[in-house]
């Protein structure tokens, strides 16, 4: 038996795949830890995981603020926030924590995400492997290669970070060296021969997560089509109108739409329009026969692993890139989140319902996320590091 310590920040999208592989991790029979946030941790893993606290509920206030300030900005201001504002501070709280659950927990490998840098540079100070779990693939494209000042002063950032911690020699804490396990693949982000050797495209994790329920099933009707319009977790103002367009594109049409949005979001919303705050969405997707997302990659990852065809709305960060990918792939439409009227919704929407060319593509990329492994993949290399 080995012993695996993740280390993740307090967002659900990061958690996630880690929650999958962790699930499969202790089906064979190892010891799995999670430090982080308990309140946001306890709801998404399996049973039999032991939460470490690191981040406590006061900082969990401060970061959740912060992200919504960054949800206001636009332009240079939004990367600049998230790195000086998010990711950096989160560092710097969470490095006791994580050291603290290194000497009580002893793991024999630490698996960080990308945005919980603190977890490479404890690693490296307690002398253990790492590997990196990338819940995005947006960072391993690089996305700022036309843009080298902007990498360099990331790059600044991350080496002053742990020069803080007596590290002299410097690496990127967001790429180990040993194991990048991607939770994508080459249907998606392209050939994965130009990507390093030891990054493994293991297709998204979904297997082992708890069902939090409470869906009314029977609302449901098996002789009409059912949609999804998701937002994701984090939105911001801008997603009160867009919830609103959506509605108003959904207007008339002969399906089930399922709309998940914060209460009191939708006034009134028509009898075939079920407004709710939360979904078990990897129940939900088998029900389905298009998504309408933000972009998110898991969600876009959880749908195209249904072979369910998308609309894609993104709003920032990695969001556009994955927009891409989806309409490149040929699995989906593209609308302008900001801009997007009822009648360019209403239009991608039956498209992407009554042209089967996209569900032929989303069943394409569906096939090789099966091929990949997911969960059981990823699990098979982390013992290789144990």
């Not at 080995?2 to 499969?24: C, K, Q, W």
């Not at 201001?77 to 924590?97: K, Y």
């Not at 009707?221 to 984090?234: E, K, W």
Request: aromatic share 6%; glycine share 10%; hydrophobic share 50%.
């Amino acid at each position: 038996m080995s012993r695996f310590l993740f280390v993740v920040p307090p967002l659900t999208g990061h958690i996630n795949p880690t929650a999958a592989v962790g699930a499969e991790l202790i089906r064979r029979g190892h010891a799995v830890g999670w430090a982080g946030h308990p309140g946001t941790l306890a709801p998404l893993l399996p049973a039999g995981a032991r939460i470490l606290p690191v981040i406590d509920d006061a900082l969990d206030a401060r970061l959740r603020a912060a992200r919504e300030e960054w949800m206001t900005l636009r332009g240079a201001a939004v990367l600049r926030f998230l790195w000086e504002e998010f990711i950096v501070p989160l560092g710097h709280a969470m490095l006791p924590g994580v050291e603290a659950a290194i000497g009580d927990f002893a793991p024999g490998v630490l698996v960080a995400d990308q945005q919980a840098i603190a977890g490479p540079v404890a690693a490296r100070r307690a002398g253990i492997p790492w590997a990196t779990s990338a819940s995005t693939p947006a960072e391993l494209l690089r996305p700022l290669a036309a843009m080298p000042k902007v990498e360099a002063w990331i790059e600044a950032l991350l080496t002053g970070f742990q020069t803080a911690y007596g590290l002299t020699e410097h690496v990127d804490p967001r790429f180990s060296d040993r194991l990048v396990l991607a939770f994508t693949t080459g249907a998606l982000v392209g050939d994965e021969t130009r990507f390093p050797g030891h990054w493994v495209f293991t297709g998204p994790a979904l297997t082992g997560r708890p069902d939090r329920g409470g869906f009314p099933w029977d609302w449901l009707d098996p002789d009409r089509r059912a949609v999804l319009v998701s937002l994701g977790t984090l939105n911001g103002p801008a997603g009160e109108r867009f919830y609103r367009v959506a509605t108003e594109a959904l207007a008339g049409l002969d399906l089930r739409a399922v709309v998940v949005a914060p209460p009191g979001t939708i006034e009134d919303p028509p009898p075939h329009v079920l407004v709710t705050g939360h979904v078990p969405q990897l129940a939900l997707l088998p029900h389905l026969d298009a998504v309408v997302s933000h972009g998110g990659h898991n969600t876009v990852a959880e749908t195209l692993a249904h072979g369910l065809p998308l609309v894609v709305c993104p709003i920032r960060d990695d969001q556009p890139i994955i927009a891409g990918q989806v309409v490149e792939a040929g699995a989906g439409e593209r609308v302008r989140f900001g801009r997007a009227r009822p009648a360019d919704l209403r239009a991608a929407l039956l498209a992407v319902l009554d042209v089967p060319s996209y569900r032929a593509a989303a069943r394409r990329v569906q096939e090789s996320f099966a091929a990949a492994g997911g969960a059981a993949t990823a699990a098979d290399h982390l013992e290789k590091l144990s």
